[in-house]
């Protein structure tokens, strides 16, 4: 379905400065304040059919969120003013959009069409991603086949693969959605946290000569994943000997040579360039584990499912842009109604990782207070974001949803074919994702001996309906919300490819550490009391 709504009742201004334009909002903040959610539908019959737009299996209603035709066309000014088409096409065509990396931001090229030619600052780069994704498509037939095997000629059951941020919840995300079109039989076990028990977990009751562990980092120095990578060679090592384990272990990495370096081989390690983003980087190699356990034709479906959306952010008019008028009402949200939050809530447990995925691309990507110019931030580009499957939320979190004073607008997400073939509890399902949606905007008067029993509605929220969990419809969500960060980020003049506000914390981390073994450290008064607790509980008895 490649259907789009025009956006007929806009109204736009013309002529303004951007100045203007946020004194615009500002006094339509103030008015629109007044106006409950309901009289705006009282007031404007077609507004659900208004806002309503559908792209790829991908549909999305606006109508519940607290703006009404005027707000829609100053937010359109302001993207026009603050050139959010322009960007767009900047970022396609490979310009450096990361200002203070010197990058460009080229996830788009990796879900290019055959044929298609991608440029990053200048260089070409589409025979690169050509060649990337055949080795990647081929590992995975020599596995299916049989022609790539374990130690003994086992063959492959499973895949541990070893990544954090970026590199772990884009492909654990995807692997747990479409887990049902395994086209392999091999399972993929997913770790990241430094905790020991993450990876002891993970590597538990499997056969060393089954297995492959997969080492995903970019820059190939991240404590977490270098930490767990180190305890899996060792398995492998003690299990099947040195030669097997490099057999056995690949490295997915923007250095292959400090890949190489821990002891990968060099046959067995992946590239990507360093213009492929963390949290944008599931369409790259770091894909590589999806690859192998989905198969090569439901990857190039989530790929071509991306495209599309990217075609249609690139070419579709601001008024009627999906991504772009979700950036807009997030911004409009965030910085003129002053609501902080945003809940993601799936009513779908294949997408139950949705909110710790949109946690890392909207909080990492826009959570900062310098623009990209170096200049203090007027604005706030990252809602706190929080959320969980439905119907689970609703027995959690729901009750500050709807009666708590601080409203929180909310994406509801649900599937319209489910595949799980029980029609009739998928129709409860979606009855309570709909009732949910309509009791936030609605609310309920209460009887006067009973306020507590009162939901003042009015509370925001968007819908957004997938014809079903297909890897084309999934690609093209993903990258719908990909977008949205950027275009946000754009409006609030951030830089959403960096995330310098991560190192301080790696730092000092290791600093301690050091000092710890040393014996002596280095630490405010509060650290050097609790590591007393805890040196003392760590020494023998």
Known sequence: MFWVAPLAHVRFKGGMSENDTYRSLEQAASRIRQTHLAQLFADNPNRAHQLDFAVGGVRVNFSRQKWDADIVGLLVELAQQRGIANFLQRMQDGEMVNRSEN????????????????????????????????????????????????????????????????????????????RQTKALEVEVRFVANIDAAEINTALHELNPASTLVFVVSKSFTTAETLANASIAR????????????????????????????????????????????????????????????????????????????????????????????????????????????????????????????????????????????????????????????????????????????????VDFIGVIEDGEDNPSQHQTLLANMLAQASALMNGKSAPPDAPHQHFPGDRPSTTILLDELSPFVLGGLLAFYEHETVVLAHLCGLNPFDQWGVELGKELALQIEQQMTEGNPKVDATNQLLLQAISKKSEPA
């Open 234 to 409: 060792q398995w492998l090592v003690q299990h099947l000997g040195e030669v097997a384990a490099q057999q056995q272990m690949y490295a997915i990495s923007a250095y292959p040579d400090r890949a190489e370096a821990f002891g990968v081989a060099s046959a067995n390690v992946f590239g990507f360039a360093d213009w492929v983003g963390g949290r944008f980087s599931v369409w790259s190699a770091v894909g590589l584990a999806l690859v192998v356990s989905l198969g090569s034709a439901a990857w190039n479906q989530l790929l071509m499912g991306a495209a599309a959306m990217d075609r249609h952010v690139l070419t579709t008019p601001l008024a009627n842009n999906m991504p772009v008028l979700s950036a807009l009402v997030s911004f409009w949200n965030l910085n003129f109604l002053h609501m902080p939050a945003r809940a993601i809530v799936p009513y779908a447990s294949k997408l139950a990782l949705l909110p710790l995925w949109m946690q890392q691309l909207v909080m990492e990507s826009n959570g900062k207070s310098v623009q990209s110019d170096g200049t203090p931030a007027q604005f706030v580009g990252a809602p706190i974001i929080f959320g969980d499957a439905g119907t689970n939320a609703q027995h959690a979190f729901f009750q500050a949803l709807h009666q708590g004073p601080n409203p929180v607008p």
């Open 103 to 178: 990058r460009a931001a080229q996830h788009m090229a990796l879900r290019a069409g055959p044929g298609e030619t991608r440029k990053s600052q200048g260089i070409l780069i589409s025979d690169e991603i050509t060649q990337t994704k055949a080795r990647m498509e081929q590992l995975a037939d020599d596995i299916h086949a049989g022609n790539l095997c374990g130690a003994g000629g086992q063959r492959i059951s499973h895949i541990v693969h070893i990544g954090i941020g970026g590199s772990d919840l884009g492909p654990k995300l995807v692997a747990n959605v479409l």
